[in-house]
């Protein structure tokens, strides 16, 4: 209920929350009109936006939520927060009686606008055409109401959506559910695209890849992702296969739906070479009930972040209840089977640093992308690549490594 006063407006949410109003300030109340009146014409991030506004009345900043963060303590007992929500920014106050009041938002009206020129998160359809993948603004949000739709959840650092989903579409095959490239490319797939300069998580960005759930800059794409999940939850067998720096995506908009007790029993999700912490994605996959396939990510031997506690994943599979069919021969033979996958890195990496320079600490340096860009460039088959001009590319440079292997 909205009230008359022009100066106070106060919203109570019904519901089995025994909340208090939340106040909006004349200088928050502006743009909370503006994202109101966008929300009845049907933008979907601004419901989102307001609905989280909402939301304070039922004490949600009481919880674990990865869209509020602690900004100050004030000598009178109240507290400030900041949420974080799609195209606004907006400092809470909780008040000593337990009611909370909105002191300012900021807000980008024309997030619509910023979605369709691919400067805002969003979900693309991505269909093959003239083998050439094109990639479509979904301006719902929703997925495909297809029966068993794969949804890829893109890495940054893509110039456009379509090269996500070149790139995502390879990704996608590799899932065991997937039925491989020839069906990926006969019904195309969902993208969740997140833009910007740099990629997501990896050995450089080593806070943000170990702690994925603290990484601020991604709650807006995590909670965008998280409402095309809930949205799709009624649809069976839909697939979230995260590539990449994608998987910190997938974890935040898993960790937001299980703290809103959302299930999604008849979906499943797997992991390409992820660059963020694939324990703690796993953890956030129980959390929402998803059925997981004999295998749950795909590493390379040099993914430092990627195998860096599948150890750890493996035993929060085995002693996770709902994982009936993962059994201990199914965890040891894991363990035995990721031991394996890293014998001889030792001496590979010091013929690496031999031939180009590298270090496995640290990304390929502008000199050694370049040699091996050239290696590429200079292989005339299949059988010139060689198993260490292979594994070089595919370690540091997979998007032009899957290239030139598709050309075989």
């Keep these: 209920m909205f009230s008359n006063n022009p100066v106070r407006r106060e919203i109570r949410i019904a ?6 109003p939340v106040t909006i300030t004349p200088q928050a109340d ?13 933008n979907y991030w601004a419901v989102l936006t307001v609905n989280g506004i909402h939301q304070l009345t039922a004490g949600r900043l009481h919880q674990n939520n990865i869209f ?7 000598r009178d007992g109240t507290e400030e927060f900041v949420v974080i929500l799609p195209g606004c920014r907006v400092t809470a106050e909780k008040r000593p009686d337990g009611s909370y009041r909105v002191l300012y938002m900021q807000a980008d009206l024309n997030y619509s606008e910023l979605m369709k020129r691919a400067e805002k998160p969003g979900l693309y359809e991505a269909t093959k055409d003239g083998g050439e993948w094109q990639a479509r603004l979904k301006k719902k949000g929703k997925i495909t109401e297809r029966e068993d739709r794969l ?19 390879r990704r996608v095959a590799e899932a065991p559910f997937s039925g491989g490239g020839f069906r990926v490319a006969q019904n195309g797939f969902d993208m969740h695209f997140t833009p910007g300069e740099k990629r997501i998580g990896g050995r450089i960005n080593y806070r943000d890849a170990v702690r994925p759930l603290d990484n601020t800059k991604l709650h807006e794409s995590a909670l965008l992702l998280a409402k095309t999940m809930y949205d799709a939850r009624k649809i069976k067998g839909v697939g979230w296969i995260a590539e990449f720096g994608g998987s910190a995506v997938l974890t935040q908009a898993l960790k937001i739906l299980a703290d809103r007790g959302v299930r999604l029993e008849n979906h499943t999700a797997f992991l390409v070479r992820p660059r963020t912490s694939p324990n703690e994605a796993i953890k956030a996959a129980h959390a929402v009930g998803l059925k997981l396939d004999r295998k ?26 709902e994982e ?15 031991g394996k996958s890293l014998q001889g890195a030792g001496a590979f990496m010091g013929s690496l640093a031999a031939v180009a320079g590298l270090s496995a600490s640290a990304p390929a340096p502008a000199a050694a992308a370049a040699f091996l860009t050239a290696l590429g460039a200079a292989v005339g088959s299949a059988m010139a690549i060689g198993k260490m001009g292979n594994t070089m590319m595919s370690a540091w440079l997979p998007n032009q490594h899957d290239k030139l292997k598709s050309k075989f």
């Design 30 to 42: 502006p743009i909370y009109r503006e994202l109101v009146k966008l929300a009845r014409r049907g």
């Design 15 to 20: 519901g089995h929350h025994a909340g208090k």
């Design 324 to 338: 009936k069919e993962y059994k201990a021969l199914q965890a040891i033979t894991d363990m035995v089977e990721h």
């Design 151 to 169: 949804v890829a959840i893109s890495d940054s650092g893509y110039e456009h959506p379509r090269d996500a989903a070149d790139n995502a579409a």
């Design 296 to 321: 749950f990510s795909k590493t390379h031997m040099l993914d430092y972040i990627g195998n860096r506690d599948q150890l750890e994943l493996i035993f929060s599979r085995w002693r996770n209840k």
């Design 68 to 74: 509020v963060k602690p900004d100050a303590v004030h």
